[in-house]
């Protein structure tokens, strides 16, 4: 019988690690339950970046070099759509340049935004958007209702305003401080997979950003005390290594948000809900500090730099609460 898998996601470092997943185990087996708090409207399409990134990562087309959107890629209509940013009324979200989509990568947006207009659950659709690129994982989104990931920021002119996750990550490139993290409709929504969890072998919470991307997920109501329930068999990728983010801005805003930016940060905020935190050789010295945390800890090499580092770290991960 295939043992099931069930891998809590954000983005790249999620989209990685099941990439790797997928190549050490039956793929049937394994349901990436994926972060859609970043999702929202760009250019009149509804844009699910964590999801596609899962997508196109497994399928082997994402774009190893940026870590998001699909290879072989050109611009043409972004750079069309600019002509328009000197007509725009003030106030209008229309003419957006600031977050680039791809022309092979419209195709996807297309199809969603289309798909939602018709009445299609995001459940659905985003299945049948993983069918059509033949991957065997089930990928579904943590709910079907919209849940919007909010920044207070200090932004450049010393104001202090509340922006979406895109424009403080895209627009912004996360350089400016954050005071506060809302997920404006989370209690709200119903997580469309505690069934998952409840059938999994095992849980993984992938190496993803846990304030924006694995935070959303937990504002869920019942994904907590699911979790808990089964914490023995729940594990974590720290995506802290040697006190830093290997991409974007997660050790940055675990310090500004008043959490320690290291592996035992990690293990203080997942201790309530999972047993097990994978770290990195480079944090082995921490594996005490991490255990007074009441968490069993695993060295491992967790930076995913080809598919057969990959593999093993999925490997070390599920065996280690096996």
């Not at 990931?149 to 490139?173: K, M, N, P, W």
């Not at 997660?250 to 290291?262: I, K, P, Q, T, Y």
């Amino acid at each position: 019988m295939t043992s099931k898998y069930t891998v809590i996601a954000g983005g790249v470092g999620a989209a990685r690690f099941l990439r790797g997943l997928a190549a050490a185990v039956d793929p049937s087996g394994i349901t990436a339950v994926v972060n859609t708090g970043d999702d929202g409207w760009i250019n009149g399409l509804w844009v699910s970046p964590d999801l596609d990134t899962v997508t196109y990562t497994v399928s082997g087309a994402i774009d190893g070099e940026r870590g998001w959107g699909l290879g072989d890629e050109s611009w043409r209509v972004m750079e069309s759509v600019g002509r328009y940013a000197t007509v725009r009324p003030e106030g209008s979200s229309a003419a957006n340049t600031w977050f680039n989509l791809g022309d092979r990568d419209l195709a996807t947006h297309l199809y969603r935004t289309a798909r939602l207009r018709e009445g299609a659950s995001l459940t659905a659709l985003t299945d049948e958007i993983r069918r059509a690129w033949n991957l065997s994982l089930r990928i579904v989104p943590m709910c079907d209702e919209p849940v919007a990931t909010l920044v207070d920021i200090v932004d450049t002119d010393g104001s202090q305003r509340r922006v979406s996750f895109q424009e403080y990550f895209v627009q912004r490139r996360h350089a400016v401080p954050v005071r506060a993290v809302h997920f404006d409709g989370a209690t709200e929504a119903v997580p469309a997979f505690l069934a998952e969890v409840a059938a999994a072998d095992c849980v993984v919470i992938a190496p993803s950003n846990p304030i924006v991307s694995i935070g959303p997920i937990r504002a869920l109501a019942g994904v907590d005390a699911a979790l808990a329930a089964r914490r023995d068999s729940v594990v974590a990728i720290s995506p802290i290594i040697a006190g830093a983010a290997l991409k974007g801005p997660a050790d940055r805003m675990l310090v500004e948000l008043g959490h320690e930016a290291s592996v035992v940060g990690v293990a203080r905020l997942y201790a309530p809900i999972c047993s097990t935190l994978v770290i990195d050789r480079r944090d082995a010295d921490s594996v005490a500090r991490v255990e007074a945390e009441g968490m069993r800890c695993v060295v491992a090499d967790t930076i995913m730099s080809s598919p057969d580092v990959a593999r093993a770290l999925a490997l070390t991960t599920i065996g280690a609460v096996a």
